[in-house]
């Protein structure tokens, strides 16, 4: 994450109609995000870590993230979040065959999941069309202002050798 992306992260972190599909319980300012763009991350300690997608012209229009980074078990959960006015694009797609990438070949990770709402069939077809796999259904796993919503879990285990 570089300094200019703050109002990129300001949008995507505070899109209150999407809060439904992850953790999110409030508005973070732009301050907070200052500092998180400014801190100093570590995979390892932090567990998480967080990419900038950009354009070929170098313009940010997403992110992509590994979390709940499991080192002993060599898995972690991934999220990917494009800006409205950027989706359809093809840069979720691209952003999450880089982590992919990144993540199997650099970190040597032997298996990636998501949890995806069941109502949300453009994340279910990138996901597959990535090469994950549906492994299970959530019943009522989500709370949302229309009742709770089912979640695919999704997995993609690495054909890299141990």
Do not use: C
Not at 75 to 94: D, E, F, L, M, S
Not at 101 to 116: C, F, N, R, V
Not at 141 to 158: F, L, M, P, T, Y
Request: aromatic share 8%; no cysteine; proline share 4%.
């Amino acid at each position: 994450m570089e300094p200019e992306d703050l109002d990129l992260l300001f949008q995507l972190e505070n899109s209150t109609e999407e809060w439904w599909m992850g953790a999110q319980l409030a508005p973070l300012n732009k301050a907070t995000l200052q500092r998180y763009i400014n801190g100093d991350h570590d995979l390892y300690r932090d567990l998480q870590l967080r990419l900038i997608v950009e354009t070929t012209e170098g313009v940010a229009v997403g992110a992509v993230d590994l979390y709940q980074l499991d080192p002993r078990n060599r898995r972690a959960g991934v999220g990917v979040a494009i800006a409205p006015g950027h989706r359809q694009a093809g840069h979720a797609k691209a952003g999450l065959q880089l982590l992919v990438d990144y993540a199997t070949e650099h970190l040597g990770l032997h298996q990636l999941w998501a949890e995806i709402p069941a109502v949300n069939d453009p994340s279910l077809r990138l996901f597959e069309g990535a090469g994950f796999a549906k492994g299970g259904r959530f019943n009522d796993w989500i709370r949302h202002d229309q009742g709770w919503k089912d979640a695919i879990w999704v997995q993609r285990i690495s054909t890299h050798h141990e």
